[in-house]
């Protein structure tokens, strides 16, 4: 050994253990050596020593050391005043290797390692409380506060569904029988029971009749929309996770459906979590959310039955994995959540149960037109885009088909398109039935927005399209009493112009690459011109689509009224303020009469 010769260098690869010197890189990482004492003694250059194993070291009988840094040159970049400006300069320095006895070096790492552990271990949660807040939470918060909670009753039940339901709540707290819902003393097996139990609690609480139904619902909306932003900050980063929430949370079919006492939100919210939950096994087959999942997706069966069954086919994406699936872990928390109500409720009320919940309500949905929904195939297009508002535009960004070379994007893709095409199969369409689909749009236009060159185009015109708000606050009543086709055209107001000051603002941001600014400058816009169409349009929801104005006028003679044909819509409704059904005018006469004409709001002659 003592005519070491150095080799000219070759590529970094695993040295035999015995054999000839090999020369290192000069741009080589710093590595350990196991070297004999006697190459040092020769002062060979760290870089061409040969690792060698401890079994040499034994037959030879020399003790191994460890050459802390090998012979390279550290490049870096430093600052220079050269005529009086700062200029970058390359430093070269030289290592000198530092050696030690491989176990002393051994016994001090392990020491260190320990430290470190027992030092995290002690500062780790003093460090998560230390950490500063967000600012983009500084936004968050108060405008989720407001979007979602104020005036939440504002205006009264809407529609045949929103009293109906809330309606079998009641009587489900009033009578404590949490098992078998009633209308009206009636069994009714229209949909589970989620939405029910939690608005039976509310009226536990002594909430009133219209908040009782919406602020479970709203409080759901909120803590979903916080899992969400944790949920793809842990998959994807900060930046896109932060996006992704303003998107979803500022949403026209979100914001809708969080301010109504029906189980759509309550489906979505369950549903949505547990296919997001489901993004680590799909990713990296990390399964200790599975069990976490299995219960939400149970609590969204009993938001809507068979349907979320269905919508997770995407997790099919990684069939070769079925077995982690069908684990006790993975299964039992769904059987424990989904299947007992619907044991006990077959158990106290037979096959009618049985012949209601699935066969007229499920699979009759799906393939009859009995139910009177039908729309055409094309329908979810324009739902879809009308959901989304102001962020429609930012669907284009998808189109990047190098962007789902991520299995989790592909997933989330599946999950959008799946969905689409379940839905427009099905002979009964409504508008809220696409919902569980936005939060993997949203996510999914959130990332490609994150990464787009040029998105200035795109988050303007999602500004621009801010004009839907103050244009449809005029028409929003009697679009929803007669349809949009038959609601006037609206007259141009001043506050058509707010939306061009938002684009001005994103303009600005975007040219200072602040995109989480502009975004939310975005998201702040929506969330003032949704609640100002609340705020304007609420009167007139309440005079020609709430029986809560005419229940107002009828209550203090109501033992003197009765109801002569009237729409269901308004039925359902005032069957819910009355508390007892008024009866029909042909069963029973009464002096006064609520009467209706044509598609005009009911009156009392």
Not at 25 to 45: M, N, Y
Not at 264 to 283: I, Q
């Amino acid at each position: 050994m003592a005519n070491f010769q150095a080799q000219r260098p070759q590529p970094a690869r695993p040295a035999p253990v015995l054999g000839k010197p090999q020369r290192l890189r000069a741009d080589a990482p710093p590595a350990p050596f196991r070297i004999h004492e006697e190459f040092i003694e020769q002062g060979v250059a760290a870089a061409e020593f040969q690792a060698v194993s401890n079994g040499e070291n034994q037959v030879t009988h020399r003790r191994a050391i460890r050459v802390d840094q090998p012979d390279a040159a550290v490049r870096r970049f430093g600052e220079q005043t050269v005529d009086g400006q700062a200029r970058a300069i390359l430093v070269v320095a030289r290592r000198i290797p530092r050696v030690q006895l491989l176990h002393e070096f051994e016994q001090a790492r392990n020491a260190g390692r320990r430290q470190r552990q027992e030092c995290y271990s002690q500062v780790s949660m003093i460090r998560e409380m230390a950490r500063p807040i967000p600012r983009v939470l500084w936004i968050a918060l108060p405008l989720a506060g407001l979007l979602y909670f104020f005036r939440l009753d504002a205006v009264g039940m809407l529609g045949p569904d929103e009293p109906r339901y809330a309606s079998i709540a009641r009587e489900m707290a009033r009578s404590g029988d949490w098992v078998t819902p009633r209308l009206w003393g009636s069994p009714w097996f229209e949909k589970p029971p989620l939405l029910y139990w939690m608005s039976a609690v509310a009226f536990r609480l002594g909430l009133g009749p219209d908040l009782a139904p919406r602020l479970p619902v709203a409080l759901m909306t909120a803590a979903f929309l916080a899992f969400y932003w944790w949920i793809l900050n842990r998959e994807f980063g900060r930046r896109p996770a932060s996006l992704a929430t303003f998107i979803l949370g500022t949403c026209a079919g979100w914001f809708v459906f969080s301010q109504t006492g029906t189980p759509d939100l309550p489906l979505t919210a369950t549903f949505s979590a547990a296919m997001l939950l489901a993004l680590p096994w799909v990713a990296r087959r990390d399964t200790r959310f599975l069990p976490l999942a299995s219960a939400l997706l149970g609590l969204a069966v009993l938001a809507k039955s068979l349907p979320p069954l269905a919508l997770a086919a995407p997790l099919a994406l990684r069939w070769r994995w079925w077995r982690d699936l069908l684990r006790w872990r993975v299964i039992a928390p769904f059987v424990v959540v989904a299947v007992p109500w619907h044991v006990l409720c077959y158990l106290r009320n037979g096959r009618a149960f049985i012949d209601t919940l699935f066969v007229e309500h499920q699979f009759g949905r799906f393939t009859s037109p009995a139910l009177m929904h039908t729309q055409h195939w094309w329908f979810y297009l324009p739902v879809l885009a009308g959901l989304l508002l102001p962020w429609p535009p930012l669907v284009v960004l998808l189109a990047r088909r190098a962007a789902y070379r991520d299995v989790r994007r592909l997933f989330l893709l599946l999950w959008v398109l799946f969905g689409l095409l379940l839905f427009t199969l099905s002979v009964n369409k409504l508008p809220g039935y696409v919902l569980p689909l936005a939060p993997a749009l949203a996510a999914l236009m959130a990332l490609m927005l994150d990464e787009a060159h040029r998105a200035r185009p795109w988050l303007i015109a999602c500004a621009l399209a801010l004009v839907v708000f103050p244009a449809a606050a005029p028409i929003l009543p009697e679009a929803v009493a007669n349809g949009l086709l038959r609601a006037p055209r609206p007259s141009f107001d001043w506050k058509w112009l707010f939306p061009a000051a938002v684009a001005a603002g994103v303009w600005i941001l975007e040219g200072r690459g602040k995109r989480l600014a502009a975004t939310a400058l975005v998201a702040v816009g929506a969330g003032v011109g949704m609640i100002y169409l609340k705020t304007a349009a609420a009167p007139g929801l309440n005079r020609v689509a709430s029986a809560r104005v005419l229940w107002r006028e009828i209550a203090d003679r109501s033992g003197e009224v009765c109801v002569d044909n009237i729409d269901r819509r308004w039925r359902y409704g005032l069957n819910y303020y009355s508390f007892t059904p008024l009866p029909e005018c042909s069963e029973q006469a009464r002096p006064l009469r609520v009467v209706q004409t044509g598609s005009a709001p009911p009156h009392v002659e």
